[in-house]
């Protein structure tokens, strides 16, 4: 199995700051990795795929790097609206893993 | 606009059985694998099972091979995961998911599964 790894597990972060979460894959996936948002009490909802390409009516301040094992996420100019919980995702072997989670707090 | 309903959760005794159900609409049911994803309360994500386009092809995690089996109608754009034996561990909220290649383009608001004695 493909264990994702994230980091941090937490951060506390201020309006406008810029964010960066990393995810680190034990086995290289390509670039078929992808990242999730989930509120408090929603569903996750995609916001980058393969790696680096944008989804439509996703804010451009969101953009995604990286190829083989280790990824970015960040988040340009953080809003308040940004608070929720990030995940990667793997669907490059069976079975498709998910990272732990990173959950960012608005101060 | 793409739409996935879940239902069926509930409350059930340690080695009972339920059965979901995920009404989809929006897009070609059978052109897109479609997936169950589940939460447990306060942790992350993990996936549960996979159904190919055709139906022929069917995956499974390692943690519910054997107890849980999942299906679709096309007929009612609809896909199923029968539960049983369940166990405490699976207590979670159970995501219906539509993949597009590799990324899940969309998530249903999901269905509570309990169980507990």
């Known amino acids: 199995e493909n264990v994702l790894t994230q980091s941090p597990d937490f951060q506390s972060v201020t309006p406008k700051e810029k964010v960066t979460i990393t995810c680190r894959a034990s086995?290289?996936?390509?670039?078929?990795l992808h990242w999730y948002q989930q509120k408090p009490d929603q569903s996750p909802k995609l916001l980058i795929k393969y790696a680096s390409q944008s989804i439509s009516g996703v804010p451009s301040r969101f953009s995604g790097s990286g190829s083989g094992t280790d990824f970015a996420l960040t988040i340009n100019g953080l809003e308040a609206e940004d608070a929720a919980t990030y995940y990667c995702?793997?669907?490059?072997?069976?079975?498709?893993?998910f990272g732990q989670g990173t959950r960012l707090e608005i101060k | 606009e793409v739409q996935l309903l879940e239902s069926g959760g509930g409350l059930t005794q340690p080695g009972g059985a339920l059965r979901l159900s995920c009404e989809t609409s929006g897009f070609r049911f059978d052109r897109f694998f479609m997936n169950w994803v589940r939460q447990a309360p306060g942790k992350g994500l993990e996936w549960v099972a996979t159904?190919?386009?055709?139906?022929?092809?069917?995956h499974y995690a390692d943690s519910v091979r054997g107890r849980f089996t999942i299906s679709r109608d096309y007929s009612k754009s609809t896909v199923y995961l029968e539960m049983s034996s369940l166990r405490a561990e699976d207590t979670a909220v159970y995501y219906c998911?539509?993949?597009?290649?590799?990324?899940?383009?969309?998530w249903g608001r999901g269905t509570l599964v309990t169980v507990s004695s």
């Open positions: 086995q290289s996936v390509g670039s078929s």
């Open positions: 159904i190919s386009a055709s139906g022929a092809g069917t």
């Open positions: 995702h793997q669907s490059s072997s069976f079975p498709t893993t």
């Open positions: 998911v539509k993949r597009e290649s590799g990324d899940f383009d969309f």
